[in-house]
């Protein structure tokens, strides 16, 4: 079983719906990152936390630590969020390990 | 700042053959990693090190090496090139030595392909 899993793995809407992506983890954690990768390839980080809730504009993540589950949510989604997002998980030992991401396609 | 930069942008090899994939930073970064990224799989560790002359080993080490003489530079070694190295790799970086809860700075990437 792998230590962090995402759902969906593809996800394809309309502009401007409400987007949830969803990131559950098996193991002991320091912090839990957020990943954006662009269709180009590149890779950066959205939000790293460890508890509660961060927000970005219209990037909000949330995370549980009793359930082992963090979600990314996108309001007013747009065509330009279009990417694959990537959720990964700072073990204790301060490995990092990375979900297998989300495909998401916003339809204008 | 430039980040992280990585050369080359793309690489065709034949089996066999050996190469230096280039990563550099310039945000006095301790912690400099190598990962993988194949199809349908998250990114794998391949090597990483937490400071000048200090490395070990990842995930999927195996047919690579890495050395760290500066800060700035972790150049990645393809021994002897095999098909299955045919992969994305990326270079980040980090603040600290503990990556866990430090933010993540990546290259662009190099797309490796092996005939």
């Known amino acids: 079983k792998n230590e962090v899993e995402q759902s969906p793995q593809n996800l394809t809407a309309q502009e401007g719906e409400f987007i949830t992506i969803n990131c559950s983890y098996s193991?002991?954690?320091?912090?839990l990152h957020w990943l954006q990768q662009h269709p180009g390839g590149g890779i950066v980080s959205l939000f790293m936390l460890s508890s509660g809730k961060k927000k970005h504009g219209r990037l909000i993540a949330t995370i549980n630590i009793q359930e082992k589950h963090s979600s990314l949510h996108i309001t007013a989604s747009h065509p330009r969020d279009s990417a694959v997002y990537i959720c990964?998980?700072?073990?204790?030992?301060?490995?990092?390990?990375f979900g297998k991401g989300t495909r998401l396609h916003i339809l204008p | 700042n430039a980040g992280v930069t990585q050369t080359p942008k793309f690489q065709v090899l034949k089996t066999g053959q050996s190469m230096t994939l280039q990563c550099a930073q310039d945000m006095n970064h301790e912690y400099m990693s190598w990962y993988r990224q194949d199809p349908g799989m998250g990114l794998r560790l391949i090597h990483y090190s937490v400071g000048a002359g200090i490395t070990d080993q990842g995930e999927v080490p195996n047919g690579y090496n890495v050395s760290r003489s500066t800060t700035e530079d972790f150049p990645l070694r393809l021994l002897s090139a095999a098909p299955s190295q045919t992969s994305v790799y990326f270079c980040?970086?980090?603040?600290?030595?503990?990556?866990?809860?430090?933010?993540?700075?990546f290259g662009p990437g190099t797309r490796l392909t092996v005939l």
């Open positions: 193991v002991g954690i320091s912090a």
């Open positions: 980040a970086s980090s603040y600290s030595r503990q990556p866990s809860y430090n933010e993540q700075f």
């Open positions: 990964a998980v700072g073990r204790r030992d301060d490995k990092i390990i």
